[in-house]
């Protein structure tokens, strides 16, 4: 039978199919070599890459100015003029616009704060012995006060106070109505005790079950440190601080503690967990499978080849 021979003596087969072995020599196995390192370069930098993503993530955060709220809350929970008997803490709420920090002073003294939800807010306060002017704020998201409430006039005729040496009544402020924190992460606070006899029993409610007890020995300003597991629900915590002194007043602050982070869940079902798609990690695993069978397929056609070579140099195969 005729065959047609290429001038490098290759041999392909003829144009009517004969069915025999011919040797495959025009195959480039350098460009194939080549092929397979680059291939090999790609999925190690994006096992670099995953490696990067799960060893932590970074976020950018950026403040965009926000005008402030141009609608003052109102403080309709008590009346002008109205006067109290009982030294328990006040319930005080009333409207606020969108979703606000609402922060209540008596005669200029922080005495809570609360998050506006539903444009309303509420929220307990301790009131000072005699004239408490009652004032709320409204702040957006950059700490940008709106203005000022109508100022509400109420009385505590109640057993006076204890008053510290310096006549001070007793009552507790901190430096900021709020903390932000990512869950997990520690969240800061200062807070001071005025007034009073010393010793106090201090307790902190901070809303997620937790309570901390512990004593101080005089007035004074004092660090509070607490990390939440998880971010709430409605992405923030009400935040409880309780003092008692030694005649055995208490006065009460509360705070606003907004957690950062992953929600807890009651379960995790079969279908939300798919939806989810296949982790980093497991695509490069997948990677990597994809490329070693490419490998031990390119090692068995050349295995092939040189099986092909032998047999036909040993005249095992007729051409």
Known sequence: MLQKRRS???????????GKLQPHRHTSYVSLLLIMLLASSCVMLTERTVAADDAGSYQAFAV????????????????????????????????????????????????????C????????IDLLHGTNS???????????????SVPVTVRLAAAAKALGTN???FYITADQTYQAAKAGEPLNW???????????????????GKTDLFSRTAAGTYALSH??????????????????????????????????GQ???????????????PSSATMTQVAWVTFGAAGLSLFGFWLGELREARLLGHGLVKI
């Open 134 to 148: 009652l004032i709320a704020r409204a702040y957006n998201s950059n700490n940008i006060a709106s203005p000022d």
């Open 8 to 18: 490098s003596g290759t041999k392909i087969l003829a144009n009517k199919h004969t």
């Open 190 to 208: 200062n807070f001071t005790i005025n007034g009073g006899q010393a010793p106090y029993a201090v307790s902190v409610d901070w809303g997620d």
């Open 263 to 277: 929600v807890p869940t009651l379960a995790t079902t079969t279908s939300s967990s798919s939806s989810q798609g």
């Open 167 to 169: 006549g001070v009544s």
């Open 227 to 260: 990390s939440y597991k998880f971010a709430s629900p409605t992405g923030h915590y009400t935040a409880v601080v309780r003092a008692t002194d030694q005649t055995g007043q208490t006065v009460y602050l509360q705070l606003v503690a907004i957690v950062r």
């Open 117 to 124: 939800s539903g444009g309303v807010y509420q929220m307990k």
């Open 64 to 115: 965009v100015p926000a005008p402030a709220y141009k609608n003052a809350p109102s403080i309709g929970s008590v009346q002008n003029g109205q006067t109290f008997k009982s030294a328990d803490p006040v319930n005080i709420s009333g409207s606020c616009p969108g979703t606000s920090l609402v922060e209540v002073s008596r005669n200029d003294v922080m005495a809570g704060a609360a998050l």
